[in-house]
């Protein structure tokens, strides 16, 4: 074998050991991403309940595209706001760690600041972390640190009309 053939083996041999590492350091890093807070997407929310505090909580049902307070007497609530509220669904989580790892009351959870039902899933939102503008969220037996912008707040002062 010619020298330069050689050397064209040994240069396609490591561009393929190259290609093989980054392949699988991209498989790993998407194994290793810690996701959203749910695998639910927001679009497909059709029934929001939330509870700050120790308020009780408030029902919304989306009805034709459009977002509806349903206790009491049906009104129409901005919708803008249950977007948001669905929105959380896919907030991007910084880190997620088992609920075990934690006391549950020392990091507002137990009881929880605020619970949002979005569907069938249910968020618990508990106090805001010391190691920055993070918030507590447990979804089932795990807790999610994730930004406060996706904290919730209450639609219910922009119900807009009655039917």
């Known amino acids: 074998m010619k020298r330069a ?90 880190k997620w760690r088992p609920a075990s790892d934690f006391e549950l009351a020392k990091i507002g959870l137990d009881p929880p600041r605020a619970v949002l039902r979005l569907d069938d899933q249910t968020l618990r939102f508990g106090e805001i972390a010391t190691i920055g503008p993070l918030r507590y969220v447990q979804v089932g037996q795990r807790v999610a640190l994730v930004s406060l912008k996706y904290t919730p707040r209450s639609p219910a002062t922009a119900t807009v009309r009655a039917h």
């Open 5 to 94: 053939t050689r050397q064209r083996l040994w240069l396609l041999l490591g561009v393929a050991a190259l290609l093989v590492l980054t392949g699988w350091q991209w498989h790993r890093d998407a194994v290793d991403a810690p996701g959203n807070l749910l695998r639910l997407s927001p679009d497909a929310v059709s029934h929001v309940e939330l509870s700050i505090g120790t308020s009780a909580a408030m029902h919304y049902e989306k009805r034709d595209g459009h977002w509806w307070h349903t206790d009491g007497t049906p009104s129409l609530s901005d919708d803008g706001a249950l977007v948001e509220l669905a929105a959380i669904a896919a907030a991007p989580v910084l």
